[in-house]
Nanobody, 116 residues
């Protein structure tokens, strides 16, 4: 019933940009903290960016100044604008919705590859 569907991934050259989207259904989207995580090959999954129900944001140091997380509650959609992409940004990017215990959901992920 709950679905988080990521889109917007793909292949981009270093220095390029992508915008990821996460379309949510089956939840009261506006009350959830929404997060983007990523996992690169051989690496642990890491939190990239978060945005609370009150629109407070935080970012991993590695992406600060390059990535922007935002949400459109009217569209039940989360976004991640990624600029000045680097090869080390290559990963599968996952959308996560969290409210409290037992209200924690994940998308299937979208591949981002930064390569020349």
């Amino acid at each position: 019933q709950v679905q988080l569907v990521e889109s917007g991934g793909g292949l981009v050259q270093p220095g390029g940009s992508l915008r990821l989207s996460c379309a949510a259904s089956g939840i009261i989207f506006s009350i959830y903290t929404m997060n983007w995580y990523r996992q690169a090959p051989g690496k642990q999954r890491e939190l990239v960016a978060a945005i609370t129900s009150g629109a407070r944001t935080n970012y991993a140091d590695s992406v600060k100044g390059r990535f922007t997380i935002s949400r459109d509650n009217a569209k039940n959609t989360l976004y991640l604008q990624m600029n000045s992409l680097k090869p080390e940004d290559t990963a599968v990017y996952y959308c996560n919705a969290w409210w409290r215990k037992d209200y924690d959901y994940w998308g299937q992920g979208t591949q981002v590859t930064v390569s020349s």
